[in-house]
């Protein structure tokens, strides 16, 4: 399967400043995908990154705060703006693949982020 | 769309069984997954079947699907202290591939 690599893995920012958050991946793909995992809370999903277009956002999401580049198949970036301590989550990228015929998701160590 | 309904916590005592529970809204689901996340980890896929099935074994891991009840249950044989970690039961609904997350088992396996 793909190997997904993200940076920052861990991050502590102050409010009102921006981080981004970058997803590298070994093999070329055509949607990545970013989700947001709050602290005890399910996975939500925030954009879906294609290359060569603008990202799909999710309801309740919005590009002026996170805003997605998706230069190449192997590589997305993911940019908190303007923070506040309720954006302290883990963000993680992911990609689509077929497994023995499933399409599964395949998902980075995540980027854990403070807000103070 | 789909919701998924899991419980939050889950305690046993290393080498006994381990049964982990979901309940699935959307009966059209085509496939149901189990992830594994380690602390500070990602999400590790652990299993999944397709709807049209009603069990799937792999080495310690059996999963058993309900469509009637819009069920599906992961049971880890000989728990183990290493398998301590947070369970996601996941399905995707319809024509969409991306599946829709419960919130997560923490699973304690205590000696």
């Known amino acids: 399967s793909a190997v997904i690599s993200q940076k920052p893995s861990r991050d502590i920012c102050q409010r009102g400043t921006s981080l981004t958050i970058q997803c590298q991946v070994d093999?070329?793909?055509?949607?990545m995908f970013w989700y947001r995992q709050q602290p005890g809370q399910s996975l939500t999903l925030i954009a879906t990154a294609n290359q060569g277009s603008e990202a799909t956002y999710e309801s309740g999401f919005v590009i002026d705060k996170f805003p997605i580049s998706r230069p190449n198949l192997t590589f997305s970036t993911l940019t908190v703006s303007n923070m506040s301590p309720e954006d302290s989550s883990i963000y993680l990228c992911?990609?689509?693949?077929?497994?023995?015929?499933?399409?599964?998701?395949?998902f980075g160590a995540g980027s854990r982020l403070t807000v103070l | 769309g789909e919701d998924v309904e899991q419980s939050l916590f889950l305690s046993v005592r290393e080498g006994d069984s381990s049964v982990i529970n979901c309940t699935y809204t959307d009966s059209s689901s085509t496939y149901l997954y189990w992830y594994k996340q380690e602390p500070g980890a990602g999400l590790q896929l652990l299993t999944y079947?397709?709807?049209?099935?009603d069990m799937k074994q792999d080495q310690r891991l059996t999963v058993l699907l309900n469509k009637k009840d819009k069920h599906l249950s992961l049971r880890i044989a000989d728990t183990q202290t290493g398998d301590s970690a947070i369970y996601f039961c996941?399905?995707?609904?319809?024509?969409?591939?991306?599946?829709?997350f419960g919130r997560g088992t923490s699973l304690i396996v205590h000696p």
């Open positions: 992911s990609v689509e693949e077929t497994i023995s015929g499933a399409n599964v998701l395949t």
């Open positions: 996941a399905g995707s609904s319809g024509g969409s591939y991306i599946p829709t």
């Open positions: 079947i397709f709807s049209n099935m």
């Open positions: 093999s070329q793909v055509t949607m």
